[in-house]
């Protein structure tokens, strides 16, 4: 089945017929049996992001598990495009996940999708053909005026801005729904508040904080640290040295723009880790992937720096899309080819934006090298 982001059915449900004073689980349950999608024997569909990070998976994990084993509609979880970043690659194989190829899908078997972790409305989400989208959990801000598609109507759309992890809004409905939680449930939703939240220190409300321990109890621990430390391939091994090789330092700005990198996690990645540097308060790392004809931006800001997101929009100067909250900030740039011209022209005009933006030269001036790490 080819994505299509655009063409959405609308939900064949009656909203109206469920309680609105009936608690999260009840209205999802109502809107679910209200469809009657279930009762032809089809099933449901669960979705997230594209690059599931793992949140999106531990909510997907404990979505499927709500409707599948506490509400009795079987549900199935398919991913779009390939899960790269090893401790999100551990998650799914040390926990055993049954995720489908979101390609592989046949429209037909499924009544209805859900979607976690992001909304209809935003670019990185495929929506598939033919198959109404029931409900939303998520915990972004909506794109609103930005959206590239005007809002689908959605049953049941529960986005909690104040909440850190979208793991932590299933197992609310788990535990609403008073059942016990199986230990790889448990694993797979702890993960995904872990690291959302940086363990609580970051974005943690009240309900993160019960999910949190909560799900740490029923957890695998033996699990927990093995997807906290997975096995590196060892591309991943060349690609750090290269990144190590190429960053530079322009004062409070780490830079470092990669030419060709195995997949786009790998530039979050390394923005995660070279915003860790003393002395370095904003870092732009880039890559172009081939998988996706696409170049890759990630963007961090420490704490007192400021929001990333505009400092995105600044270095991007109108080319490509992008996206963020807080101080993480990322982007996509359509390449018309991968040769080394096409990739090293993004590149210059990416690294004089960001010395522009840094006070250190005018766009148009010849940029400066900056200076290697360390
Ligand atoms: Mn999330």
Sequence with gaps: ????????????????AVSPAASPVARFRGILESSGGGARGRRLLVLTHHGPDPDAIGACEGIRF?????LGFEARVATVGRIHRAENLAMVRALDLDFATYGEID?????????????????????????????????????????????????????????????????????????????????????????DTA??????????????????????RSLVTAIDHPPLPPVYYSELSRALTVARQHEALALALLGEISHPEFAAEM????????????????????????????????????????????????????????????????LEDMGESMISSVERRLRRNALAVSGKSEAGELPSEGRPLG
């Design 1 to 16: 089945m080819t994505p299509d982001p655009i063409q959405r059915p609308g939900p064949n449900v009656d909203a109206s």
């Design 66 to 70: 709500l409707c599948s084993e506490v």
């Design 199 to 220: 363990d609580l220190s970051r974005n943690a409300s009240a309900l993160d904080e019960e999910a949190y321990h909560a799900t740490f109890r029923c957890a695998d």
């Design 271 to 334: 923005a995660d880790f070279f915003l860790r540097m003393k002395g370095c308060s904003w870092v732009v790392v880039g890559g172009a992937v081939a998988a996706e004809r696409e170049y890759v931006l990630s963007l961090r800001t420490d704490r007192h720096f400021g929001n990333a997101y505009p400092l995105m929009a600044r270095v991007l100067d109108g080319a490509g899309t992008f996206g963020g909250h807080g101080h993480i900030a990322g982007a996509r740039i359509p």
């Design 107 to 195: 429209a037909g078997e499924f009544f209805g999708s859900v979607l976690v972790d992001t909304q209809p409305e935003f670019g990185h989400t495929f929506l598939p053909r033919d198959i109404p989208v029931l409900a939303v959990f998520d915990h972004h801000v909506p794109p609103g005026d930005t959206a590239e598609v005007p809002p689908l109507e959605v049953a049941h759309r529960d986005v909690r801005l104040n909440t850190g992890a979208t793991s932590s809004i299933v197992y609310e409905y788990l535990r609403d729904s008073g059942v016990e939680l199986p230990e790889r449930v448990a694993t797979a939703l702890f993960c995904g508040v872990r690291y």
